[in-house]
């Protein structure tokens, strides 16, 4: 014990004293510790891909860490906004989280994959009524915002000769500054633009783009896990991210119907008992789904079918 605490042996290079783990510290000896978000935005959508990676745990009620069922893994439940210290100190080895709070924490970490969940935008926003049309317009002014960071640098470069906004920080609820006289401008995400409107605010400007993202110490001791894990979860989000197609086709119409659907790598093709024609197999981003399917049709496809594909390994 250490000042009250059980200090835990870690796969890391340092010895974390998370007073919350202390319960079943065997839990973490010479494991890999993957932090993921205990609630908000990014809480669920990180699970499902957990799961979908097949990185199952089982997590005692109130307990912030749980032990992976299927690889030598612990996963340690922290809020999103300090997961990047943590890995950046090599307290736990990978963690998801936003770029927008990596960017924030100012730590070196390795962005290993983007997730595709979490997208938004940090932006600069002042009440509908303002005279203030664009960001250098808030030179002089007070900007309230939880990026303090991001913030004071935006305003640096904008208004280098001196005169930046005044940046005050707040921890949550930053839309309602303006309205109660805290600042002139706010620095907030934006996600589909609906709580920004209804706080009678607009953005005039965007200081970044953020979506969740896989970090990683750049020091880890489980590199092989690291990537183990990485490319399971990049084999998942492909899975999300794409459909197979089949189809049959008369051979001559084959170069139109490539140029249709690529593929990742190349399309599958299979000989039909008629030389004349072939099937082809060809894995299409579902985002465009529609068109392309409209696209072959007319290049002379038939008997097209679609599969959901429930997992992939790149
Ligand atoms: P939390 O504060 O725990 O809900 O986590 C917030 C994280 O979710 C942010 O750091 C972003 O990376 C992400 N996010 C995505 N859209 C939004 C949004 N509209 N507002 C706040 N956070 C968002």
Not at 7 to 33: A, F, H, I, V
Not at 291 to 308: F, H, M
Request: overall charge neutral.
């Amino acid at each position: 014990m250490e000042n009250g605490r059980t200090t835990l042996s870690t796969s890391g290079n340092l010895t974390p004293m998370l007073p919350s783990l202390t319960r079943d510290p065997e839990q973490l000896d010479g494991k890999l510790l993957f932090a993921i978000p205990k609630k908000g935005r990014l809480y669920e959508p990180s699970v499902a891909l957990l799961q979908s990676c097949d990185l199952k745990y089982r997590r005692k009620h109130r307990l912030d860490v749980a032990g992976c069922l299927t690889l030598n893994v612990a996963f340690v439940f922290l809020p999103a906004a300090d997961i990047p210290l943590y890995v950046s100190q090599g307290r736990v080895d990978l963690g998801i989280t936003g770029q927008d709070v990596v960017a924030e924490a100012q730590v070196d970490v390795d962005e290993v994959l983007r997730l595709d969940f979490g997208k938004c935008r940090l932006c600069v926003q002042v009440p509908t009524a303002s005279e203030c049309q664009k960001a250098e317009d808030l030179a002089g002014k007070r900007v309230i915002t939880s990026f303090p960071n991001l913030t004071r640098q935006f305003f640096k470069t904008k208004c280098p000769n001196g005169d930046a906004a005044t940046v005050h920080f707040v921890s949550g609820s930053v839309e309602v500054a303006c309205c109660l006289g805290l600042g002139e401008g706010i620095v907030d995400l934006v996600e589909s633009g609906d709580t920004m409107r209804a706080a009678g605010l607009h953005a005039i400007d965007e200081i970044l783009k953020s979506e969740a993202v896989l970090i990683a110490n750049k020091n880890s001791q489980h590199q092989d896990l690291v990537k183990v894990i990485s490319s399971r979860v990049e084999g998942a989000i492909i899975a999300k991210r794409y459909v197979m197609v089949e189809y049959n086709l008369r051979r001559e119409d084959l170069p139109k119907a490539i140029q249709v659907a690529p593929g990742k790598r190349s399309p599958t093709l299979a000989p039909l008992d008629d030389p004349d024609w072939v099937a082809v197999k060809v894995m299409v981003p579902n985002h465009d789904l529609g068109n392309i399917l409209d696209s072959l049709k007319a290049v002379g496809a038939l008997d097209i079918v679609v599969y959901n594909l429930s997992n992939t390994r790149p």
